[in-house]
Nanobody, 125 residues
């Protein structure tokens, strides 16, 4: 059974950092495009960051460029999202997702058929 489990969320002050982890079981994550999405209650889920199968390509939403970094650890079958210089507007539930679709369409939610349960990130003083 394929499963994704996120961890690393929590409460952090503005300007602080968190590292989210997305651990896969039941399948090999480096065969998949992996993404992080986030959602605030009452708003649509938005894509935050994406990493290609080969690790040669990454993408970021404009709102997080220069602050967030996505990376893989294939030995641990895990993808990470390092979040620095956090802002209150980064507060959301963060989800990781994995799909075998085209990198061209990585920002389309429909490309992902494996989702984690989400982890809450709260940025507040």
């Amino acid at each position: 059974q394929r499963q994704l489990v996120e961890s690393g969320g929590g409460l952090v002050q503005p300007g602080g950092s968190l590292r989210l982890s997305c651990a896969a079981s039941g399948f090999t994550l480096d065969d998949y495009v992996v993404a992080w999405f986030r959602q605030v209650p009452g708003k649509e889920r938005e894509g935050v960051s994406y990493i290609s199968r080969s690790e040669s390509s990454t993408r970021y939403a404009e709102s997080v460029k220069g602050r967030f970094t996505i990376a893989r650890d294939n030995a641990k079958n895990t993808v990470y999202l390092q979040m620095n210089s956090l802002k209150p507007e980064d507060t959301a539930v963060y989800y990781c997702a994995a799909g075998r679709g085209s990198w061209v369409f990585a920002d389309h939610e429909t490309e992902y058929d494996n989702w984690g349960q989400g982890t809450q990130v709260t940025v507040s003083s």
